[in-house]
């Protein structure tokens, strides 16, 4: 038996507890929120700086604002891939919408592999890769090849390995690898570095998504070798509804990736207005359009709070957060019917544990009613995100609590 | 001599007079603000409803409040489209930038046109119209032709008939004509019936890029047979800096429109989140990855202003502010050695003006600095944006008179 009391010690003594008092939470507001996966919660700090934003820089400042508004997706992107993605300055931009950047940067990698013949991608990626990449081997005449990954702990060397060499034997150089880091259903972590040495080995560029990820598990994208990455904003990293989202370019292939929406704003002196594109040499190519000046600020107030606790701990807290509900599964669910849908262990697993019910549709309806917000996602799974900066372990036993309730009734 | 008592007459007698008192200009404020066609000032009415939307919606709604925004690109896509520009319910969508929008709607031209060889465009259209166009000629191995149209009427019958002619006659069918509704430089209005038609007489869809027109300029896309469009937010419509684009797929094309970004939020049941891409039927299809909520809200927050002033009683004030400009450039600035850069023809200008200079670089530094805000243009012209919602006629008065001294000094 797990006493809530054991809930309210690890609270006490959590080294992070502090940060969730910089989040909205309006005071008797009593929802359990499991969906900081799916849009984080509200920092003060970015309430505070999107006022500043909208009545000063845009209200008064006008357009001479965008002098120091230009370079706002470079720079933000700096602080937030050398922060949470162990990038190097230069890499990455933030830009337009997941999806538009993954269209981007995979259309760029098919374009630099004119001879492969070959998408690789698993089954358990996000929807909207899928339908991305489907979108481009259609256009290309390519084939896309999905291999069966474990839906619990997804991609891995044998799975990913066996649907290269399927690729080679039938004589389809592979042109590219799309993968997430986090698996959006199971939470279950690739190992990036393993997964992107198999594609390079057979000389394929790796595209990750790390929405899944970002701000909650630590990335290395330059150790990992990674080529090319896309991620969101909205998730753990808490910028807001529809947060414009970023893209990584390794330095070392930057010279060969250029992406095919070409914009002003990934012009050299875009201000010029010449009439010939002339690609922006650096990461800035990756800027389209005017980029979203709202959203991005949100994006640079919520990656101070994150560098702030530092990933060591946000990581440290996360895995005793998914512990923690892994182990009420196992005490209240699984006599209920319940079966795990998350790596049991942690070094596979994200910020989110899922758990499978045949009943999960109703249960997670029911449960939102009652103020325990979490997702639904087909055809059986209830997914608790957990997000270390403002999650406590009483929220885990108290939501978990409801849903053995309800589940037993 | 025309005395500012004739500037303050007519602000007496302005029926949209008021409206000004609904934008953010902070008391002792003498800023003279030309750059509305860049940067719209912020409505009041935007910056408390964002408020609303990240303290209540987000912060305290969470996740849940998705129910609402769902479906925001469409619902003020329709609000858009139907008060100002001509649409009818269903063929616009609030999505992405305008660059990103203007590669969608003409990657997806292009493949329903698989016979065509020639994307038509004139050079007077805006540089990030060019780029894109260059970028998908290059991508499909198509001719780029670029006719020269007058550089202050803008592209006409004549100039697009004769490239149109030059494509036909080297035996290349012409697969999309793009063009600016309102030059971005010169201000010129093109004549869309006429240049819609024409491009249909020889089997071209045409696409329309409105940024400079929204708001200021009455567009009838219905009557005028166009096929698509494309248009910004930030301009006269006052959504903000970076404020999200929009999309117009006439009902009738709507079936051959594919466009090449396939994103989970244009997909058909997105949140069953099936493995196969199934495109939205309808305009939803434009709408790529999730929508930037704060963005979009502004959006409507600046067409409900619009609405309500009426874009007949818009119009008319805007040609008389632009007379107004004309009259004193003609009385105080041509002597000085400007000429005037934007048609005299009230019927074929605009809502901005521009002047040329051979020192205009030099005299639109010194003038911002002396708060008269306005856009200089390469090489030589400086551009007088005058939003008839809030720029007053002592405003143009006090701004020439300025920039008249300054030249004259």
Redesign the interface.
């Known amino acids: 038996m797990i006493p809530r009391a054991q809930a309210e010690a690890r609270d006490a003594s959590d080294p992070l507890a502090s940060f969730r008092d910089e989040f909205?939470v309006?005071a008797g507001?009593s929802?359990v929120?499991f969906?900081g996966n799916?849009?984080g919660?509200?920092p003060y700090a970015?309430?505070g700086r999107?006022?500043e934003v909208?009545?000063r820089?845009?209200?008064?400042g006008?357009?001479?604002?965008?002098e120091s508004?230009v370079d706002l997706p470079t720079r933000v992107g700096d602080l937030l891939g050398t922060t949470l993605l162990g990038a190097r300055p230069g890499e990455v931009a933030i830009a337009?919408?997941?999806?538009?950047n993954l269209?981007k940067l995979a259309d760029a990698a098919l374009d630099a592999h004119p001879h492969g013949r070959v998408i690789v991608t698993d089954?358990q990626n996000?929807?909207?890769d899928?339908?991305?990449l489907?979108?481009l081997a259609a256009?290309r005449g390519l084939e896309l090849r999905?291999f069966a990954s474990d839906p619990v702990h997804g991609p891995d060397g044998d799975s990913l390995g066996a649907a290269l060499r399927a690729s080679h034997s039938t004589g389809g150089d592979v042109a590219l690898v799309c993968l997430s880091h986090v698996g959006y259903k199971s939470g279950a972590i690739a190992d990036m570095n393993t997964l992107t040495w198999l594609a390079h080995e057979v000389g394929a560029p790796v595209l990750w998504d790390l929405s899944h990820s970002v701000g909650s598990v630590p990335v290395d994208l330059t150790g990992s070798g990674a080529d090319l990455a896309v991620g969101?904003t909205?998730k753990y990293v808490n910028a807001?509804?529809?947060?414009?989202?970023f893209a990584y370019v390794r330095a070392e292939v930057q010279p060969f990736v250029r992406q095919?929406?070409?914009?002003?704003?990934g012009?050299e002196d875009?201000f010029?207005?010449?009439?010939?594109?002339r690609p922006s040499a650096g990461i800035r190519q990756q800027v389209?359009?005017?980029?979203?000046?709202?959203?991005?600020v949100a994006v640079e107030e919520g990656v101070r709070i994150l560098a702030r606790a530092g990933m060591d701990a946000l990581r440290a807290k996360s895995v005793e957060l998914t512990g923690f509900a892994v182990a009420l599964h196992d005490e209240w669910l699984a006599p209920l019917g319940f079966t795990l849908a998350s790596p049991r262990d942690p070094a596979r697993r994200g910020s989110h544990v899922s758990v499978a019910h045949p009943e999960a549709r109703k249960l997670c309806q029911a449960l939102?009613e009652q103020g325990v917000?979490l997702?639904f996602?087909?055809p059986d799974v209830a997914r608790l995100g957990l997000a270390p900066l403002y999650t406590r372990f009483v929220d885990v036993w108290d939501g978990m609590d409801r849903l053995r309730a309800l589940a037993a009734s």
Chains 1, 2 share one sequence.
């Open positions: 909205a309006a507001d929802t929120y969906d799916s849009l919660r509200l970015t309430l999107i006022e909208v009545a820089e845009w209200g008064t006008l357009i001479r604002s965008w508004w337009d919408s997941t999806t538009v269209f089954d996000f929807p909207t899928h339908y991305v489907q979108g256009e999905t969101c909205y807001g509804p529809g947060a414009p989202a095919p929406i070409w914009g002003w704003f012009q875009q010029e207005m010449g009439s010939e594109y389209v359009g005017t980029p979203p000046v709202l959203g991005i939102i917000v997702d996602r087909t």
